[in-house]
Nanobody, 123 residues
Framework: QVQLAESGGGLVQAGGSLKLSCTASGNIHSIDLMAWSRQAPGKERESVAGITRGGTTNYANSVKGRFTISRDNAENTVYLQMNSLTPEDTAVYLC?????????????????WGQGTQVTVSS
């Protein structure tokens, strides 16, 4: 089995910064895409940023220039550095990864999600 665990959320004032981490553990052969999404109360889940194993990144327009996604492949960890935070960034932040593992007879790839970490930005 595979687990993803986020950390680093909290309460911060507008204009401040936070760095989120998400580490995958368990039966892992490799991880391709790792990404962050967020969900605010009453709103649909929004993709925030993604990064491939090779380091190609993409960002939502709403966070470009303020957030930076990075990863450590050896540690199966993805990070999200968030700067210039605004109250509109308040949400539960979730990470997900496309994980390949060995079942004993074949390689299988599936998407796994963490439980999320709360980020609250006060005005």
């Amino acid at each position: 089995q595979v687990q993803l665990a986020e950390s680093g959320g909290g309460l911060v004032q507008a204009g401040g910064s936070l760095k989120l981490s998400c580490t995958a553990s368990g039966n892992i052969h490799s991880i391709d895409l790792m990404a962050w999404s967020r969900q605010a109360p009453g709103k649909e889940r929004e993709s925030v940023a993604g990064i491939t194993r090779g380091g190609t990144t993409n960002y939502a327009n709403s966070v470009k220039g303020r957030f930076t996604i990075s990863r450590d492949n050896a540690e199966n960890t993805v990070y999200l550095q968030m700067n210039s935070l605004t109250p509109e960034d308040t949400a539960v932040y979730l990470c997900n990864g496309d994980v390949t593992n060995w079942s004993g007879t074949a390689f299988n790839t599936a998407e796994y999600w963490g439980q999320g970490t709360q980020v609250t930005v006060s005005s």
